[in-house]
């Protein structure tokens, strides 16, 4: 059975300047998981504290509606079932996934970079061989995420995730440079990658390389997933 390890950001403190707060960006945990329960994988769901809460601004009903809200607020429902029971990232160090996928949400660009065992847990996935993705903010992961080599991940390779032009459309250009920290473009500069933007920041948009498979923003979740799930077939025939 193929396993995947779903990572949440563990950050949920008030960021935006309405003074709500930030975290996991729901669509891109549920939608993900959605496609691939339907495929009969087994889900875990990790953060670094073994904590998580959502991002208000997520739950929405310009994100949260038909189907995926009808999931969130069934409390019997697979997925809440599953996110129930998430698991700290030091529990796991010594399990072996074949999908290692970094939800979004800004929360990401605070903890994920320091986020050590999740890192050491999207490395091994790496360099067993097994596919490392990220959408989002999720890419927030591949900041100082190292290789056994020393090498960074992500070097050499090509990713996408959420843009710097959709940051200051939504008014947190600055609200991110006061807080010193790092946009996906960013990081992606940084640990030697080469960042693709799709056309606009909130087209659907993926990037693959190899088994490395990025996307842009929660309007690229179910396709983000749907090429984790291409790649890991096309590994297994």
């Known amino acids: 059975m193929v396993k995947v390890l779903i990572a949440l ?3 949920n403190e008030s960021f935006y300047e309405d003074g709500s707060k930030t975290g996991v960006f729901i669509s891109e945990a549920l939608e993900p998981f959605l496609e691939f329960f339907e495929k009969g994988y ?29 999931v ?3 409390k019997n ?5 599953a996110i129930a029971q998430i698991k700290k990232a030091s529990d796991l160090l010594d399990t072996d996934f074949d999908v290692f996928f970094a939800a979004g949400g800004h929360g990401t660009i605070f903890d994920f970079p320091k986020a050590t065992d999740l890192k050491k847990i999207a490395a091994k996935t ?6 490392v993705s990220a959408l989002c903010h999720g890419p927030a992961i591949f900041e100082n995420l ?3 080599n020393g090498e960074p991940l992500i070097k050499g390779r090509k990713i996408t995730g959420f843009t710097d032009i959709g940051e200051e459309q939504l008014g947190l250009g600055n609200l991110i440079k006061k807080s010193n920290l790092s946009t996906v473009a960013q990081v992606a500069e940084r640990e ?9 920041p909130w087209d659907n948009f993926t990037v693959t390389d190899g088994n490395l498979v990025t996307g842009v923003n929660p309007q690229s979740a179910i396709d983000t997933a749907k090429k984790i799930a291409a790649v890991v077939e096309s590994a297994s025939t």
Do not use: Q
């Open 42 to 70: 087994d889900i875990t769901f990790a953060s670094e504290t073994g904590k998580f809460g959502y991002d208000d601004h997520s739950l929405t009903d310009h994100f949260l509606k038909g189907k995926l809200l009808e």
């Open 192 to 200: 030697g990658a080469e960042y693709v933007a799709p056309n606009g």
């Open 9 to 11: 950001t563990s950050y």
């Open 77 to 81: 429902s697979a997925f809440n079932k």
């Open 72 to 74: 969130y607020n069934d």
């Open 146 to 148: 190292n290789l056994s």
């Open 126 to 131: 790496w360099e067993n061989g097994k596919v």
